[in-house]
């Protein structure tokens, strides 16, 4: 290895890289703008059909209403938003929907003093966005009813609202300073999906692109080692990679502080430890070297730009897979998932977000990574052995490449 | 082996899947004396293109061996490159770097001394009149402009050999004798040329000695007048032509 042979190899890639719209526009930009900019779409698009429910009508049916809580009654005519109608066949008005929810009331039978219990039950098409809202309104206007007639039963009998209830449940959050919500489950997932577009255009710029411009016989030519070259290329690979997802994990808190924050409010916290940075800079460089050397590989037998996206499509889809796989509630990181490679990666920076860090998967998933590095290069160094894949006469995949030549 | 480039029974055999074993060399060899021009004429499928990229160490020979200025393209192949320029019409240039880019990224990969890169690409640019275009991209250059500074780029760490296959291809008349005047002047400076083409006037004015090179063998290797006395012909055409004929029926 000669590193000074290296260094201007790898700055040369860099200077073409930043001189390339497609590069630029998928390594840099896109990170920057594009997935902040889907969030606050999406969110602000939500916003607005919750706006647009709020200003619903909602059609309700009272049934059988208790006479001893007229009271409720009045609220329900007093609300602007809904709207009191009858029906002589309301299962079939729910479904045509021209009702949204029936409100069926019935007395409690029983002994104790308190007999004008009722109970509500209320039918409505969960299909239906109206109906839903129909069976919020209802269900918040009785539950505010129910909590106003309880303090008032409490102060007949001189007690507080809490002594007259007897038991409380009382919620204390200690999760201070590592959020639970949206943010550290949605910023992993974007970190690997950018280190993967991140890196998949400077691969097959770097390789098939070369092959396309015929200049890669021209780098053959060099007076330095192939090894140098490749190192040179993956080393370019791997740092637009890293740079595209660390731009997009900055660009997604600031966008999330400043356009979101306040549409979630005190649910949305912001706030990532900087204890985590070692964790997730080690796991985000060692992903970036594989996801590079996974693409550069198969973009290296491209001849063309297009062959390159072609070949290098089903690598950013299993890369994709195991991410989405691993939202489903309740998934932990245990030493069982640190051997998955990229799983690993993203579950040990979810946690690290949180501020959490099991020491046992996370020293598995750094040797894990770190396998999955060696193995990328040494099939580098034995792909580029064969003189038709570096004249590029080579006519097929990796995968025929691999079974034609080793397996035969 | 006193000779820049010295070549002895290279062979290069590839195999295809649906014409088995190709011998696209066989048993090629040759020596190129210093400040000569060396030329390799032959047609298309000839084995010039195969022969020169086993001198340039991108393909390494099937058997046989070949050395530049001392240095075995096998067991040596950076010390090969270090002291060989290589063009051909599949060597392009990065067309996001510009042309002081260019020079400056081939003089240093090539390890010319770094404290006189700068000299020599200002010396380069001033020797191929690029100075306009210095700052200006590759991929805006004209085609003869992007051959001037594909010529640059070969020179530009001043290498004691030059490879130069077919490199007028695709050129129009003009710029053709801009390129052969250059390889000229080259020669003119004590560089060891090797010249690879299939048009026999190129191969007539500018070649010391020529080597006839056909299905992968070489029929002749003389100067022009031994190669006319040779055959009693005069036209290098007509020579390249009985050389051939006599060559398939030897075979």
């Given amino acids: 290895m000669d590193p000074k042979a290296i260094g201007i190899l790898y700055w040369r890639e860099i200077r073409s890289a930043l001189r390339d719209r497609t590069i630029v526009t998928n390594s840099i930009l896109l990170p920057i703008f594009l997935y902040p900019l889907i969030i606050w779409l999406v969110y602000t698009g939500m916003t607005f059909v919750s706006g647009q429910n709020e200003g619903l009508k909602s059609r309700i049916m009272l049934k059988n209403f208790p006479a001893s809580h007229e009271t409720l009654k009045r609220e329900f005519e007093r609300d602007q938003s809904v709207i009191l ?60 009813y129910r909590e106003n007639y309880l303090e008032q039963q409490a102060l007949k009998v001189g007690l507080s609202r809490a002594q007259y209830q007897n038991f409380w449940i009382d919620d204390r959050n200690v999760s201070s300073g590592r959020e639970v919500g949206a943010l550290t489950v949605v910023l992993p997932i974007f970190f690997i999906i950018m280190l993967a577009v991140g890196s998949m255009h400077p691969a097959i710029d770097s390789t098939a692109g070369e092959r396309e411009n015929s200049t890669w016989e ?9 090894a140098n070259i490749l190192v040179a290329k993956y080393l370019y690979v791997a740092t637009m990679a890293f740079t595209a997802a660390f731009l997009n994990l900055f660009a997604m808190i600031f966008s999330m502080g400043t356009v979101l924050g306040p549409l979630f409010g005190s649910n949305l916290s912001l706030r990532i430890p900087l204890a985590s940075a070692p964790v997730v800079l080690i796991g985000a460089l060692l992903l970036a070297l594989f996801v590079a050397g996974g693409m550069m590989i198969l973009a290296s037998f491209a001849r063309t730009y297009k062959e390159g996206q072609a070949m290098t499509s089903p ?19 245990t030493p069982r998932i640190a051997l998955i490679p990229v799983a690993n990666v993203m579950m040990m920076i979810r946690e690290a977000f949180q501020g959490v860090y099991h020491w046992r998967p996370i020293g598995i998933t750094l040797a894990v990574e770190t396998a999955c590095v060696i193995l990328a290069l040494r099939v580098a160094m034995l792909v580029i052995r064969h003189e038709d894949f570096i004249l590029g006469s080579y006519n097929g995949s990796f995968g025929k490449f691999v079974k034609e030549r080793f397996f035969r | 082996m006193n000779e820049p480039v010295v070549v002895r029974n290279l062979r290069k055999t590839f195999y295809d899947e649906g014409r088995g074993e190709i011998k696209a060399v066989d048993s090629v060899s040759f020596e190129c004396h210093e400040g000569e021009i060396f030329g390799l004429l032959g047609a298309n499928g000839a084995g010039k293109t195969t022969t020169l990229r086993m001198l340039s160490t991108i393909l390494a020979p099937t058997s046989g ?24 019409a599949t060597t392009a240039l990065y067309p996001r770097l510009t042309t002081r880019e260019t020079i400056d990224f081939f003089a240093r990969i090539n390890q010319y001394p770094a404290d006189l890169v700068q000299e020599r690409v200002d010396y380069l640019i001033d020797r191929f009149a690029l100075a306009k275009y210095a700052d200006a991209r590759i991929e805006k250059l004209s085609s003869g402009m992007k051959q001037k500074v594909s010529i640059a780029r070969t020179i530009a760490h001043n290498p004691s050999i030059l490879i130069f296959d077919e490199p007028t291809v695709g050129l129009d008349v003009l710029n053709a004798l801009d390129v052969q005047e250059t390889i000229s002047e080259l020669r003119s400076e004590g560089k060891t040329i090797i010249f690879s083409t299939h048009i026999m006037s190129e191969a007539e004015r500018l070649c010391d000695r020529i080597a006839i090179i056909h299905a992968g063998h070489i029929l ?32």
């Fill in chain 2, 220 to 251: 002749a290797c003389d100067t022009l007048a031994g190669l006319r006395q040779n055959t009693q012909q005069h036209y290098l055409e007509d020579i390249f032509v009985q050389y051939v004929k006599s060559g398939h029926a030897t075979q």
């Fill in chain 1, 218 to 226: 021209t780098v053959m030519t060099v007076a330095t080692s192939r």
């Fill in chain 1, 85 to 144: 109608v009858t029906s002589s066949d309301p299962p079939a008005d729910l479904r045509t929907g021209t009702l949204d929810a029936l409100v069926e009331f019935a007395p409690i039978q029983s002994a104790l003093p308190t007999a004008n219990n009722f109970t509500a039950r209320i039918t409505y098409d969960e299909s239906r966005d109206a109906s839903s809202q129909a069976r919020l309104r209802a269900t918040q206007k009785i539950s505010r």
């Fill in chain 2, 65 to 88: 061996s070949a050395a530049i200025m001392g240095h075995d393209v096998i067991r040596n192949p950076e010390g090969v490159r270090k002291n060989l320029g290589f063009y051909s």
């Fill in chain 1, 315 to 333: 690598f950013y889809i299993a890369l994709i897979i195991p991410v989405m796989f691993l939202q489903t509630p309740g998934v932990e990181f």
